[in-house]
């Protein structure tokens, strides 16, 4: 088992930025690709990026892509989401995700889940 715990949403003006972290707990951090998807009332779960296990590799959706960026400390055990120049359309809950599997954008696929945490962009 591996417990996620995201924190670092809350409410942001257009154009500003947000990180949020993902602690993880459990069985080997390191063993785990990272993902990071989103989803806003009555949308599916839209997937945001991903690392792999060691950072060497990420890969966003073409939505965030320039704006955010992943990246992870396996020694602090967490996986963290810069957003930067935030627009309306990024607000939604932020999920981190733990997989096994590399590069992967289906959420099916992604074993381990946090809770979540909300992010709002005012225009």
């Known amino acids: 088992q591996v417990q996620l715990v995201e924190s670092g949403g809350g409410l942001v003006q257009a154009g500003g930025s947000l990180r949020l972290s993902c602690a993880a707990s459990g069985r080997t951090f390191s063993n785990y690709a990272m993902g990071w998807f989103r989803q806003s009332p009555g949308k599916e779960r839209d997937f945001v990026g991903s690392i792999n296990w060691s950072a060497t590799n990420t890969y966003y959706a073409d939505s965030v892509k320039g704006r955010f960026t992943i990246s992870r400390d396996n020694a602090k055990n967490t996986v963290y989401l810069q957003m930067n120049t935030l627009k309306p359309e990024d607000t939604a809950v932020y999920y981190c995700?733990?997989?096994?599997?590399?590069?992967?954008?289906?959420?099916?696929?992604?074993?381990?889940w946090g809770q979540g945490t909300q992010v709002t962009v005012s225009s």
């Open positions: 995700a733990a997989s096994i599997h590399l590069y992967v954008t289906d959420p099916r696929r992604y074993d381990y």
